[in-house]
């Protein structure tokens, strides 16, 4: 079954410091991934998404990126963190070429100060 | 979107009694849809899932209920439990290698 490695669990950045999430996928080759972000009590918004290496879509403007440099592997950045930035981050794997259900990471609880 | 800014809605139960969570779609070529259940600080989790050739599937303690026709999903909670407190988010989407949507989310808290 696929499962989705996701750390750190909790992080604590200063503003205008760099971030670096990274998530990785085992048990299926080949993942559709999405970066998640929720802020809390609040509903999941889709940030990025890929179907293969090197294939990222954005789905809204923000001060963060994503890359995916190994097949398995997910990526979120920042170059300099704003307190907006605060949240939530769940990465999550679905099978290529299906719409089938997302695996969920245990998520990043990112707070910025 | 629009629903990520809103605080999420509540409902409120007796412990024992059973749950309903609905859920309203807009696309009519929404052809896969599905609950999760996310406990505070943790990643949502599958619950069920349904297609579109289908209008009800059951699972353990849970039902899955589709009626296309108003473009409306529930989920059934037989006997609720203190543990199923959680948000519940729908999802839905539209054929192969199509992202999902997902729903505003709803709190379920059960009372004891």
């Known amino acids: 079954s696929q499962t989705i490695h996701q750390w750190p669990a909790t992080l604590v950045q200063p503003v205008g410091s760099p971030l670096s999430l990274e998530c990785t996928v085992e048990g299926t080759s080949n993942p559709n991934l999405y970066w998640y972000r929720q802020a809390a009590g609040r509903g999941l918004q889709l940030l990025f998404y890929?179907?293969?290496?090197?294939?990222i879509s954005s789905e809204v403007p923000q001060n963060l990126s994503a890359s995916r440099p190994q097949d398995r592997q997910f990526i979120l950045s920042s170059k300099k963190l704003l307190l907006s930035d605060s949240g939530f981050y769940l990465c999550?794997?679905?099978?290529?070429?299906?719409?089938?259900?997302?695996?969920f990471g245990s998520g990043t609880q990112l707070s910025v100060l | 979107g629009e629903s990520v800014g809103l605080h999420l809605p509540t409902l409120s139960v007796q412990e024992g009694d059973n749950s309903i969570i609905n859920c309203a779609y807009s696309n009519s070529a929404s052809d896969y849809f599905i609950w999760y259940k996310q406990e505070s600080g943790k990643g949502p989790q599958f619950i069920i899932d349904i297609r579109s050739n289908m209008d009800k599937r059951q699972g353990q303690r849970v039902t899955v209920l589709l009626n296309k026709t108003v473009k409306h999903l529930s989920l059934q909670i037989a006997a609720t439990q203190p543990g199923d407190s959680a948000v519940y988010f729908c999802?839905?989407?539209?054929?192969?290698?199509?992202?999902?949507?997902f729903g505003k989310g709803i709190t379920l808290s059960v009372r004891p």
């Open positions: 890929s179907v293969g290496i090197g294939q």
């Open positions: 999550a794997g679905q099978r290529l070429a299906t719409n089938e259900k997302l695996f």
């Open positions: 999802a839905e989407s539209t054929g192969a290698n199509s992202k999902l949507t």
